[in-house]
Nanobody, 123 residues
Framework: QVQLVETGGGTVQAGGSLRLSCAAS????????MGWFRQYPGKEREFVAG????????DYADSVKGRFTISRDNAVNTVYLQMNSLKPEDTAVYYC????????????????WGQGTRVTVSS
């Protein structure tokens, strides 16, 4: 079992930055690939970024490439999402998720989810 808790959401003006954190419980965090997803009202969660268990493999959605950076620190069981140059269309609830398969953009591949943190970008 892995429990995930996201923090760091909030309201920021367009062009600003936020850093999301996802703290994981358990001693097996380093064996899980991690992903960040976001969800708009009435829509399915969409892939934002993923990172392998080692941190050596990373992938991003095209919409965030060059603006967002995913990273992890296995020593403190935490994965991060640094979000720069934020746009109003980045407004959503952001979730972190874990699975053992690798960097996969498919939300149905993920076994564990956090409760989400809301990000609002004002224009």
């Amino acid at each position: 079992q892995v429990q995930l808790v996201e923090t760091g959401g909030g309201t920021v003006q367009a062009g600003g930055s936020l850093r999301l954190s996802c703290a994981a419980s358990g001693r097996t965090f380093r064996s899980y690939a991690m992903g960040w997803f976001r969800q708009y009202p009435g829509k399915e969660r969409e892939f934002v970024a993923g990172i392998s268990s080692s941190g050596l493999s990373i992938d991003y959605a095209d919409s965030v490439k060059g603006r967002f950076t995913i990273s992890r620190d296995n020593a403190v069981n935490t994965v991060y999402l640094q979000m720069n140059s934020l746009k109003p269309e980045d407004t959503a609830v952001y979730y972190c998720a874990a699975q053992r398969l690798g960097v996969i953009p498919d939300l149905y591949a993920y076994d564990y989810w956090g409760q989400g943190t809301r990000v609002t970008v004002s224009s």
